[in-house]
C-alpha cells in the first residue's frame, strides 16, 4: 500500500480496508471520505474508494473517483483498470480498449489484461467506429 505521509489517514486506510473486507460498506465510505479530507491529493485514497463505489453499483462515482485518482497520479494502473472496467460494462469497448492499453503500457506483467486487450482489439478492430 502506498503510504501518506500521514500516519492518521494511513490508518483510516488500513481501517476502511478491513471494513471493505467485512463488506461494511457505509463505514467503510466514511472512513475513505474521512481520508479524502486529510490527503486529497492522494491519488490511493480515490482509487480506494472508486472501487467501493463501483462495488456499491455507483458507476458514476467510481468513474469521478477514478478521474481524480488520474488527474493526481497519470500512472496509477489499477485506476485505467478500473475506468477499462466501467467502460466495458457500459458497452463502449473502444474506450475500455484505450483504458486497459494504458494500465499495460504502465505495467506490462499483467497477462490476464493482456488477454483482454487482444480479444477487445480484435473486437473493436472488426467495428465501424
Do not use: C
Not at 491529493?41 to 488520474?70: I, K, S
Not at 478500473?82 to 499483467?110: C, T, V
Amino acid at each position: 500500500m502506498a503510504r501518506s505521509g500521514s500516519d492518521t489517514a494511513d490508518l483510516l486506510l488500513n481501517r476502511a480496508s478491513e471494513a471493505f473486507e467485512s463488506k461494511d460498506y457505509p463505514l467503510a465510505v466514511e472512513l475513505l471520505d474521512r481520508v479524502l479530507a486529510l490527503k486529497p491529493d492522494w491519488a490511493e485514497a480515490w482509487y480506494r474508494r472508486a472501487t467501493l463505489f463501483y462495488q456499491l453499483d455507483d458507476p458514476v462515482g467510481a468513474m469521478a473517483d477514478l478521474h481524480q485518482a488520474l488527474k493526481l497520479e497519470p500512472r496509477h494502473f489499477g485506476a485505467w483498470t478500473g475506468l477499462g472496467h466501467i467502460f466495458m460494462a457500459s458497452d463502449d469497448k473502444p474506450r475500455a480498449l484505450e483504458a486497459y492499453r494504458r494500465a499495460l503500457k504502465i505495467n506490462p506483467q499483467l497477462p490476464p489484461l493482456q488477454t483482454i486487450v487482444t480479444r477487445l482489439d480484435h473486437e473493436v478492430g472488426g467495428q465501424d467506429l
